[in-house]
C-alpha cells in the first residue's frame, strides 16, 4: 500500500468549490470501489487545501492520476506536487459520525 498526500496553495473556500467541482466529474467515471483506491480524505488546512489518500498500489495510483489531470486541469485546481511513501502499516480505527 502507499500513501499520497497533496497539498493545494491558495483559499481554503475557494480551494473547496474547485474540489467539489473536480470530485463530481470524476465520479462520474471512476469507479471507486474497483481502482484501488483504500481511503481518501480532503479538508481545508492554513495554507489551502489537503489530499490525503490511501492506495492498493503505484500503478493503481498512476492509473487514476491519468484519468484524474485533465479534470483537474478543466477547473483550475492549482498545480501542486504529491508526497507519496510506502505505508509499512494500517490499522482502522473508530469513524467519526
Request: proline share 7%; aromatic share 8%; charged share 25%.
Amino acid at each position: 500500500m502507499i500513501g499520497m498526500r497533496i497539498d493545494f496553495p491558495g483559499k481554503s473556500d475557494e480551494l473547496r468549490k474547485i474540489y467539489e467541482a473536480v470530485n463530481d466529474d470524476i465520479g462520474r467515471t471512476v469507479d471507486f470501489k474497483t481502482n484501488g483506491l483504500v481511503m481518501h480524505t480532503a479538508g481545508p488546512i492554513p495554507t489551502g487545501w489537503r489530499v490525503l489518500d490511501f492506495w492498493e498500489s503505484q500503478a493503481k495510483l498512476d492509473a487514476f492520476t491519468q484519468q484524474l489531470m485533465p479534470v483537474i486541469q478543466k477547473h483550475g485546481l492549482p498545480a501542486a506536487a504529491p508526497e507519496i511513501w510506502d505505508v509499512e502499516n494500517a490499522t482502522p480505527g473508530k469513524r467519526k459520525t
